[in-house]
């Protein structure tokens, strides 16, 4: 996980990646780093053996992540380190730059990559040679080898372990949820839709599936394509934020294009997610007639246009030409644009929108409005498995059912028992983002105190554990709070509250006042004020951060 103040949405700022960072860093001897200060020159932090030094990275400023790691494993004569770093669009303060754990994942919210480049902190390289026990060993295990047969033999992470993200987009398509051009359609065909469904590409295109340290799911596609796009297969392959966000969501259906645009955000250490919306936002603007090419320096913006968004990503990671005013966040992008494109500007506190729509998913509006980062899937609840509580559904991976949450609730709803099971499932993602665990590993809460406890000897419980996750959300909002946010900030963009113009979603959009009083259940539910969103003192005090006070607005 990375953290800091968000250049984006000058408010708290997360992001969490895969890989092996973390597991080398605590082999290396520590367990976290904290960065402060602005280096005069570019430099790489080196860690090895509990040493830490910083180097000179002059040489290095300007390349793309896969040229860096290379000229840091030679210079350092260690093929085996493990380096996260920015590329050049974190080095051109791309608004939504990204931190990347090696050439495959991504710290890709909050424009993190920014942060590093504005400190000149090219990468961080790290060797571990410590082996990490735990204080029970033989139940890490047990637990390791039961999680493993069970992805084995397909009763946990099935669809994850064969295809990845992004298996079935003809679904997405019949349900709404998959975003076309700037979620303003519904029109994408199957055919579209299936070509940018890994069930589709990956028998023709993929080389097999990866995984991150230790992981028995492995979920990341690797793919190879040669011609006119060529993509190398050392860069991964297109997850599905990528294949919503640069692929539907601009119109784009080549799904040779779309793994191209996925290498180069790679490359360049930039975040699909904005870079997609911002696209497709400056693509319907064009359309509109708000912007023409002597705005975007002759560059005509269609959507539908391969070639356009591969350049494109080029232009906003090196801040050149119409790419420099696309490298900016959403919101401002189009103040920039006029008229009326901040109406479908799709980004709450200017983080662009993932590539799940709220219109289908229900809970995704109450979590894109409240989430501490702005829009963020991975803080919020996907309603769309709660509708029954069969095998496939949320409750059936007992973390819900253990915190007394026993019954589906309909897609539709945004009543008091979908707004309860957002807050409590918000809650448990904090512990999980707290606890560095991944959603694609189907721990329960009950299993994670088990490994925890196996872990480190201690004893906690699953309500301190819950404790952990709440402590977390509620010190996010004072953070955002003493940055200047307030609850008019937790609000959605003017399209979301209206129908698409085709598709599944053309019947009606969010109702505004359903939503304003989910807010409010929200805020008392997390023991905020129902009006403000301020934390009370007694939450603050309950949770053993009463410090944190000192920082709430003053009345």
Request: proline share 4%.
């Amino acid at each position: 996980a990375v953290g800091a103040k968000s250049p984006l949405t000058g408010g708290f700022g997360v992001g969490e990646a895969g890989g092996s960072f973390g597991a080398e860093l605590k082999r290396s001897g520590f367990d976290a780093i904290i960065i402060r200060g602005k280096s005069p020159k570019p430099v790489y932090l080196w860690i090895k053996e509990g040493v830490a030094e910083l180097r000179d990275a002059s040489h290095l400023w300007g390349k793309i992540t896969g040229d860096t790691e290379q000229a840091i494993a030679e210079e350092l004569n260690d093929r085996r380190i493990v380096c996260t770093m920015i590329g050049p669009a974190g080095e051109h303060l791309v608004k939504y730059a990204c931190v990347m754990n090696g050439l495959k994942d991504a710290a890709g919210r909050s424009g993190l990559g920014a942060v590093m480049g504005s400190k000149n902190l090219k990468a961080i390289a790290v060797r571990g040679t410590t082996n990490i026990t735990g204080a029970d060993p033989e139940t890490i295990r047990t637990m390791a080898r039961t999680m493993a047969e069970d992805v084995r033999e397909g009763r946990k992470a099935a669809g994850m372990a064969a295809w990845g993200t992004g298996a079935d987009q003809v679904s997405m398509l019949a349900t709404g949820n998959l975003p076309t051009r700037n979620f303003r359609d519904g029109d994408f065909t199957e055919e579209q839709a299936r070509e940018i469904s890994s069930t589709d590409f990956m028998p023709k295109h993929g080389l097999g599936m990866e995984g991150c340290w230790a992981c028995a799911v492995r979920c990341k596609k690797v793919v190879k394509f040669e011609g006119k796009y060529n993509v190398d297969p050392k860069y991964g392959g297109p997850e599905y934020e990528t294949l919503g966000s640069i692929g539907s969501c601009t119109g784009v259906s080549d799904i040779a294009a779309v793994s191209r645009g996925s290498q180069l955000c790679n490359e360049y250490g930039i975040d699909v997610i904005g870079v997609g919306v911002n696209m497709a936002l400056a693509m319907e603007a064009y359309e509109n007639g708000l912007l023409d090419k002597e705005r975007t320096g002759g560059v005509e913006l269609k959507f539908g246009d391969g070639d356009l968004m591969v350049d494109l990503i080029t232009k906003i990671s090196y801040r050149e030409g119409i790419g420099d005013r696309l490298a900016e966040g959403p919101e401002d992008l189009a103040r920039w644009i006029g008229g009326d494109a901040h109406r479908y500007a799709m980004a709450v506190k200017n983080q662009a929108y993932p590539a799940h729509e709220p219109r289908f998913k229900r809970a995704l509006a109450l979590g894109y409005a409240v989430s501490p980062t702005g829009a963020d899937h991975m803080h919020s609840l996907h309603d769309a498995g709660l509708q029954n509580a069969d095998a496939n559904g949320f409750l059936a991976n007992g973390t819900l059912r253990a915190l007394g949450l026993l019954e589906p609730v309909p897609l539709e709803s945004l009543g008091w028992d979908k707004v309860r099971l957002h807050t409590v499932n918000q809650i448990d993602r904090g512990t999980q983002n707290c606890l560095l665990v991944c959603n694609f590993v189907p721990w329960s809460l009950d299993d994670r105190v088990k490994l925890i406890n196996a872990a480190t000897g201690w004893d906690v419980s699953t309500v301190e554990l819950y404790n952990v996750g709440e402590r977390a959300m509620t010190l996010a909002r004072v953070f955002n709070l003493r940055e200047g946010l307030t609850a008019e900030d937790d609000r959605l963009p003017e399209r979301s509250y209206g129908p698409t113009r085709n598709g599944a979603l053309a019947d009606g959009g969010i109702d505004r006042e359903e939503l304003h009083e989910a807010i409010q259940m929200y805020y008392g539910m997390m023991g905020w004020d129902e009006e403000t969103g301020v934390p009370t003192r007694a939450t603050l005090e309950r949770l053993d951060v009463g410090w944190a006070a000192q920082y709430l607005p003053k009345r």
